[in-house]
């Protein structure tokens, strides 16, 4: 979605950032795991198909989708972006008659990362995005019967819904009040002129 292409969102935890070809080998690497294939009912690809993937989700209406970053690894001059992944946010607008109901997924990718909060993050700041720039009203999670809340079994999965009225909103705003919306390009060349200080002799 080009409305995110220049986006940074900063939480505590997490950096959320567009999804850019420079993450497409990282992010190639995790999904040729059969556990996170499952988790995310995926298909594998080959890195020119990821390529492509990441070129829809960049130029597509109806696709917003954010790589977190760990924030702290992240401030580091030496770390490049690559190394600093840990997963990835998406909002999936699925009925093109119901522009405010959203799908919302979040993957954890790196097993260090798992059970640490960055996950709870990165979708409260997720959705907070979604609340105020593309004015979701209704999120829905998927979440695999592996997780014990099994009803479909067809599919293998149960659907959750959450409507978002004002109390929900004020509550979600409030708690990410912290979080910061900057120019991911700004941050990219002040990020470069760091690293290019840090390497210097």
């Known amino acids: ?22 993450h497409v080998t990282r992010y190639h690497e ?4 059969p556990e996170l294939q499952q988790l995310t009912a995926s298909e594998p690809l ?11 989700w960049r130029d597509d209406h109806d696709k917003c989708t954010f790589i977190i970053l760990d924030k702290q690894r992240w401030a580091d001059p030496r770390v490049q972006e690559e190394q600093c992944m840990v997963g990835d946010v998406n909002i ?16 954890i ?10 996950g709870k993050e990165a979708t409260r700041m997720m959705m907070c995005y979604g609340i105020t720039k593309l004015h979701i009203r209704k999120f ?16 293998k999965e149960v659907t959750l819904e959450m409507m978002v009225d004002e109390s929900i909103q004020a509550e979600l705003l409030d708690d990410s009040g912290y979080v910061m919306d900057m120019d991911y390009r700004q941050a990219r060349a002040a990020d470069a002129t760091k690293r290019h200080g840090a390497n210097a002799p």
């Not at 080959?46 to 829809?56: A, G, H, K």
Request: with cysteine.
């Open 46 to 56: 080959t890195l020119e198909q990821e390529y492509d993937m990441q070129r829809s």
């Open 140 to 155: 829905q999670a998927k979440i695999g019967l592996d997780n014990e809340v099994s009803v479909c079994k067809v599919f």
């Open 30 to 33: 995790w999904m040729k795991s």
């Open 109 to 118: 990718a790196e097993p260090d990362y798992q059970g640490k909060g960055f």
């Open 92 to 107: 999936f607008l699925t009925d093109p008659l119901e522009p405010s109901l959203a799908e919302l997924e979040i993957m």
């Open 1 to 22: 979605m080009r409305i995110n292409e220049n986006t940074l969102l900063e939480g505590h935890k997490v950096a959320l950032v567009p999804y850019n070809e420079n």
